[in-house]
T-cell receptor, first 116, second 113 residues
């Protein structure tokens, strides 16, 4: 069975600094997708970044980038130039195609606080 | 708004009450989902509807009853709930067959007293 582990329940970072959130997963699949979602106090889950497992190049979206290590089954999120609006829960998620549909497995989340 | 709207935003109900949660999407998606989010736990998938047919029910107690009358609307009917059912209930939608991820609503915070 697939699992997703986020070992950092809470983190904090100074505004304008860089922070890295860790995520590891366990799977025997070769083709899958990985995601980071952000859940601010408004509670809506917002897609931050997506990585296809067959692509070696790390995904980047503005200040957000990932370090995808397929062999190590690691998928960390780096936030550069942190902003107060980045304060949120961050969820790592694994997705695979099975039985005709895409299915997610989520981690337990990391609560990030950006300090002024 | 996000494209996925959930109402009500907050709900407090007694264990003998009957209530319903509503989810609506105008993104043209053909799959909709109910998730339960509890503190310090991964999101739990409750129900999946694809093309208005239920395709998955992850062993959810019968006190939760979903309804999907069309591709834009999804309901979760609640009756005789327990205090441990208190959680954030999230609705999401997607286009089946695409790996772009889901679009989530802002959830209904449910408290069972």
């Amino acid at each position: 069975a697939q699992t997703v582990t986020q070992s950092q329940p809470e983190m904090s970072v100074q505004e304008a600094e860089t922070v890295t959130l860790s995520c590891t997963y366990d799977t025997s699949e070769n083709n899958y997708y990985l995601f980071w979602y952000k859940q601010p106090p408004s509670r809506q889950m917002i897609l931050v970044i997506r990585q296809e497992a067959y692509k070696q190049q790390n995904a980047t979206e503005n200040r957000f980038s990932v370090n995808f290590q397929k062999a190590a089954k690691s998928f960390s999120l780096k936030i550069s130039d942190s902003q107060l609006g980045d304060t949120a829960m961050y969820f790592c998620a694994f997705m695979k195609f099975t039985s005709g549909t895409y299915k997610y497995i989520f981690g337990t989340g990391t609560r990030l606080k950006v300090l002024a | 708004e996000t494209g996925v709207t959930q109402t009500p935003r907050h709900l407090v109900m007694g264990m003998t009450n009957k209530k319903s949660l509503k989810c609506e999407q105008h993104l043209g998606h053909n799959a909709m989902y109910w998730y339960k989010q509890s503190a310090k736990k991964p999101l739990e998938l409750m129900f999946v509807y694809s093309l208005e047919e239920r395709v998955e029910n992850n062993s959810v107690p019968s006190r939760f009853s979903p309804e999907c009358p069309n591709s834009s609307h999804l309901f979760l009917h609640l009756h005789t709930l327990q205090p441990e059912d208190s959680a954030l209930y999230l609705c999401a939608s997607s286009q089946e067959g695409r790996s772009n991820g889901y679009t989530f609503g802002s959830g209904t915070r449910l408290t069972v007293v």
